[in-house]
């Protein structure tokens, strides 16, 4: 099955009103490649009026709460994300599993959350340094994907990336035969949960991806896209990485 390529912005904690200029820059020129979906996914704080500014752009939240509503101070429900003006958001992040303490049932529920109000979602799976050092990478990742998968959606909305944590913002990436072999796992997983719809999600790498090695990473087998931080501030840096999703068709 051909699937659309996919290349997401995740800012995290980057970005203030002045910062727009980028993002049209950036939904732009991705324009100019129809073949390739495109999303950003800026500070809440953004979202709305990023989605404004580029009238319909693909522009996410990077976490959401799993609740509707209530006595949650500082997060944010799915449906406010969609209010805002988003069309998606990760969930799962290795920055929240392990800097907001985050379980694979957590993320599960936010996931749920997000599909229930309409959004795509893109879940974060990946290993620490020790576990790809031990052997383990791939049993580690299969677990958070057992674990934090919902069993219902749509299988175009949710995608997968995966961001071994030692590559991100690091300049460190694994070679394309270990990401080809990851990725195949989790096809091959996904496969077995979902049969052949399976076919239909996109897995997206992530960790360190720039303009110099995404034709590498996103031609590996299997796949679909990257989700890319550091190297998605700006237009000068991201799109480079867009042209050579395009140029893989
Ligand atoms: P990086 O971040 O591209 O800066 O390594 C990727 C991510 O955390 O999504």
Redesign the pocket.
Known sequence: MARRKYVVG?W?MNGTTTALAEARAIFAAAGEHPGVDVALCPPFTLIGAMAGAVPGAAVGGQDCHSAASGAFTGSVAADMLVDAGASLV?VG???RREGCGESDADVRAKAEAALAAGLSVIL?VGEPRTVREAGGAIDYVLAQIAGSVPDDFAADRLAI?Y?PIW????GLVPTVADVAAMHGAIRGALAARFGDAAQAMRLLY?????GDNAAELLGAGDVDGA??????LTAAKFVPIVAAAAALG
């Open positions: 995740n995290k990760i992040h290795s920055e974060c990336a961001e590559a991100i913002g690091t992530g960790g360190s991806v720039n989700l890319v931080g550091g190297a998605s």
